[in-house]
């Protein structure tokens, strides 16, 4: 090893004496930042990741390397000094290895010397750093493997120009062999054979964050085949003539074999697949315990077929290996319960039609060109999941996420593809279950209590209860001991009366305002501490009770399709933000789209004043005007235990023909949310940490006013991360940024809620503050800065609470609203006597709501609007889907559905840079090319300091 490092510090020595060394490390640094800078448009990516740096290293150290490797042996050789270097004492792999060694030093430096760019990426955004380490691993072993050819290269001609050209077109044969030009023209399993010799695959493999033994090993054999055969050409310079003949045959035949071995070494390797780590932060490459536990409560054996055309679009097709890999991880944890296929529909046609008419899957045209012509090309790219009679069909749209720079690149890339076929298990294993696995999966005792005085029920009632007496004495047959059933008649026990008064709000009823004669009928599910109130039907039929108790038992128990009851303003028209075009109102169907992704999702209009019973989650979104029937709906399904989620703030924001008006509006919940503990003062909130919006800018030219859309500074659309976010809540934690468009603040009741759990899920910065003000669009004559006056008195405010625990109804002690006529806002007085509707209505008002209650509020009307996110997504050049996440994050917090929030916090888009404007964009630039040149003169200082060193070392020895 000494004279292996020898060799080495002499190497380096007779570099850095030379401007080889800096003309290196400065060409490198130079090309990787323009290429981050420019070409890559760092900034228009707007994501906090590395992979503009790494994408076109691959390419650059083909280059750099032949140049650095050129001269190694071929200058020995064109001087003579070959001859020297074999006569002395030092073994030729000593030599090899030293030389070896110091281009790897030089490469490793000037790998050092692009960390500046990495710490200044951390500062902008939360940068994933397992892709990045695995990135620089990476470049080290390619650079591995390309030093070795351009040794063995140099080690077999005089020539420098020629060592450059062949080392040069060897490397770049060795890149091609698995690129996806390869691909394209060869179909997928052709290539996918191929890319397993590909140095540029490899190296893509090992810099999305998986270490893999297969990548290290190929990497490191490539190097020692080279090494090996640079060795064997300079041990023949040694032999004579006459030993050439059988040595050389000997020889020959060792390296052949090991060349061969190697090739099958990584044939044989290719079927491992666990010999892997996955470094990514949140192991988005592997599939995770959220997962597995999914596939543990698969009964039956479940089918994922993957339909993929081995021609595509060229895209798409670098895409389909990384499915491929991922179904099989599904297989191999899932020990049996799963089975996974992967067909090419266009080679059985049988496959196809069965793909058509059971699936209703369809090719999709694709429009693709090579250097001849353009052709258009059908092309399937879908995933079918099946259990039972039950499938979902994950379609191109379903798997890809498209963003565009601005400049019209275009990066394709899976979405979340664990995700996404996690979902889709989860669903068709919840909709294939039936009633009959209600008691099946449940692994504890639940009671059935019902809270009726019989002796005392009208007439319709009592029909009622004998059918629902009957109906529940089947369930508990049915349960198989785990269902327990209680009558219990609170006109006959004080204090079970005011027992269930107290702590449930169970109050008398009766059939109308004014009969005389009151009842009491509350039917509940126990599940431990947790108290689930069952509505009376509104038929008063027994189907209507059936329904309702299997929607509480739903809800108790895991592996159910769950129902999530969404409320929107009737929509209209959509609007082109920068056109100043309109079609009508707001639009919210990509929030239903979403929430149909993973629940049964309906529409209420809780006109009735009643909330359907299989609805298990309720979500408002901008509520209008609300009346006193849908807020008591609203209140009764809160006081039953259920959860509200609610989007609403005071402000609603009109679009007109060119330009955007903010209005204040009533949405009839205000005194409700009062009542709860929750204000919502008719403000809104704006914040210096914002992101961008299409604005129009006016100009004045000779008296005439032209109206230009520019994207600005917009501290209305405020931007929340980090501090922001509560990272001890599952709803928020997993989600890194999220915009929230004209927000107002939070105002919560502490006295009010003193007994509940209050949580702040989100909040604005430090550097926000508030206004009374609606006037939305920005006045840079008058406010050069942003646009608006900005306040002295910053302080963050809270713009999503979360409120859980025991709720008193706001309808307590008042007259139920569905007998009673709404006179005014608010102010109820009693109908119209009406024997009919008297006979049809049941006067209940449950006043308070068990312990499992919960209220979530989102303070904005706006940030799940289409054409919110519409603006939102142009910016960003991708869908902006985060709000929509955070929704559906609470939903699935709310049915404590765990798995899904666990695995969508993998999502690749959520690490977006934080807002920047143009001057700080060209700072940070020019800050990474400072610290570039700062380091080259950081190593030019240490060896020159290391020169002086030596030669003082040297003087003081010829003293001696």
Not at 71 to 76: A, D, F, L, Q
Not at 240 to 254: D, I, L
Not at 472 to 497: C, F, H, M, T
Not at 639 to 655: D, E, F, W
Request: charged share 25%; hydrophobic share 40%; glycine share 6%.
């Amino acid at each position: 090893m000494s004279k292996i490092f020898t060799v080495t510090k002499k190497e380096l020595w007779s570099y850095f004496s030379s401007p080889t060394a800096y003309i290196f490390l400065g060409t490198f640094l130079l090309v990787n930042l323009f290429t981050f800078f420019w070409v890559e448009k760092f900034f228009s990516r707007n994501i906090a990741d590395l992979r503009p740096l790494f994408q076109w290293l691959p390419l650059l150290l083909i280059f750099l390397i032949a140049t650095l490797t050129m001269k190694m042996w071929s200058e020995e050789r064109r001087i003579g000094t070959i001859e020297f270097l074999m006569t002395l004492p030092v073994k030729t792999s000593d030599l090899v290895l030293g030389k070896f060694f110091a281009c790897m030093a030089l490469v490793a430096v000037s790998l050092l010397l692009t960390l500046g760019l990495a710490f200044s990426v951390g500062h902008l955004g939360n940068v994933d750093w397992g892709p990045v380490t695995g990135a620089y691993l990476a470049s080290l072993l390619l650079a591995s493997a390309y030093t070795a050819v351009g040794l063995y290269v140099s080690s077999k001609t005089q020539s420098q120009i020629v060592s450059l050209i062949v080392t040069t077109l060897v490397c770049s044969a060795f890149y091609l062999v698995g690129s996806d030009v390869l691909l394209n023209f060869l179909g997928n399993k052709p290539g996918e054979l191929l890319k397993l010799f590909g140095t540029g695959s490899r190296f893509d493999s090992i810099s999305r964050g998986v270490i893999d033994f297969r990548d290290i090993y190929y990497y490191l054999s490539l190097a020692a085949v080279f090494l090996v055969a640079n060795t064997f050409a300079l041990d023949k310079l040694k032999w004579s003539p006459e030993a050439r003949k059988g040595q050389y045959s000997v020889r020959t035949g060792v390296v052949a074999l090991l060349v061969m071995n190697v090739l099958a070494a990584n044939f044989w390797l290719s079927k491992v697949e666990s010999l892997r780590l996955d470094i990514t932060e949140s192991k988005m490459y592997s599939i995770s315990e959220a997962t597995q536990n999914v596939i543990q409560q698969l009964e039956e054996p479940l089918l994922i077929r993957g339909y993929f055309s081995s021609r595509t679009h060229p895209l798409l097709a670098p895409l389909v290996p990384t499915v491929r890999d991922l179904l099989a991880e599904y297989q191999l944890v899932s020990k049996g319960r799963i089975r996974t296929e992967f067909v090419d529909p266009r080679d059985d046609e049988e496959i196809e039609a069965e793909a058509n008419r059971k699936y209703s899957i369809e090719p999709v045209p694709f429009q693709v060109a090579d250097r001849h012509s353009a052709a258009m090309v059908n092309s399937y790219f879908n995933i079918v999941v099946q259990y039972g009679t039950q499938f979902e069909v994950l379609s191109f749209n379903d798997l890809i996420d498209v963003k565009y720079d601005g400049t019209g690149n275009i990066d394709v890339r899976l979405r979340n593809l664990e995700y996404d076929i996690t979902r889709s298990i989860k669903k068709t294993m919840q909709a294939f279950r039936n009633t009959d696995s209600f008691f099946a999966s449940l692994n504890r005792d639940i009671k059935f209590v019902a809270y009726v005085s019989e002796a005392k029920l009208p007439k319709q009632l009592t029909t009622l209860f004998k059918d629902i007496k009957q109906a529940v004495s089947d369930y508990e047959k049915n349960s198989g001991g785990r269902l327990s059933v209680r009558y219990l008649d609170p006109s006959q026990d004080e204090a079970i009366a005011k027992n269930i008064a107290d702590h449930y709000g169970f109050m008398p009823q009766s059939m109308s305002l004014f009969a005389e004669e009151t009842f009491y009928f509350y039917l509940t599910l126990e599940d431990g501490e947790k108290i689930y109130s069952l509505g009376v039907p509104e038929d008063f039929s027994v189907t209507g009770f059936k329904n309702g108790m299997e929607a509480a038992l739903k809800r108790m128990m895991p592996g159910f399709l769950r129902t999530v009851g969404l409320y929107t303003p009737p929509s209209g028209g959509g609007f082109n933000p920068m056109m100043g075009q309109m079609g009508g109102g707001k639009q919210y169907q990509m929030i239903q789209k979403k929430l149909e992704e993973n629940y049964s999702t309906k529409t209420v209009d809780l006109d009735a004043g009643m909330v359907p019973d299989d609805v298990d989650i309720l979500v408002l979104v901008a509520p209008e005007n609300f009346n006193a029937k849908q807020v008591f709906a609203v209140d009764q399904f809160l006081m039953k235990g259920g959860t509200v989620i609610l989007a609403s703030s005071p402000v609603v924001v009109n679009r007109q023909a060119r330009s955007f008006v903010a209005e204040t509006k009533e949405s009839g919940l205000e005194q409700w949310l009062e009542h709860m503990g929750l204000s919502l003062p008719k403000e809104l909130v704006l914040d210096m940490q914002n992101v961008g919006f299409p604005s129009i800018r006016k100009r004045v030219v000779r008296g005439i006013t032209i109206r230009e859309p520019q994207v600005s500074p917009y501290p209305f659309f405020v931007d929340l991360r980090e501090k922001g976010l509560n990272r001890d809540s599952g709803i928020t934690s997993g989600l890194g940024q999220v915009t929230i468009a004209w927000p107002s603040p939070i105002e919560v009741d502490k006295e009010k809620n003193k007994e509940r759990t209050v949580v702040e899920l989100l909040k604005s910065s430090a550097q926000s503050w508030r206004t009374k003000e609606i006037e939305i669009e920005p006045n840079s004559q008058v406010y050069p800065e942003l646009g608006f006056a900005i306040s002295d008195e910053k302080k963050p405010s809270s713009l999503a609470v979360l409120l859980e625990g025991r709720f008193e109804s706001y309808f307590k002690g008042k007259s139920s609203p569905l007998i009673a006529k709404e006179d005014k806002k608010d102010e109820l007085t009693p109908a119209k006597e009406d024997k009919k509707e008297e006979e049809s209505v049941l006067t209940s008002v449950i006043e308070k709501s068990p312990n499992i209650a919960r209220l979530i509020l989102f303070a904005s009307n706006e940030f799940v609007a289409d054409d919110t996110l519409q603006i939102s997504g142009m910016l960003s050049g991708t869908q902006y889907i985060n709000p929509l996440q955070l929704v559906e994050n609470a939903v699935d917090w709310s049915v404590q559905d765990r798995a899904l929030l666990a695995i969508r916090s993998r999502s690749y888009f959520a690490r977006t840079l934080v807002p920047l404007n143009d001057d700080q964009k060209r700072d940070y630039e020019i800050y990474n090319y400072l610290f570039a040149l700062l380091g080259l003169f950081a190593v030019w200082g240490t060896f020159k300091y290391r020169q002086r060193k030596s030669h003082k070392l040297f003087k003081a020895l010829n003293l001696v």
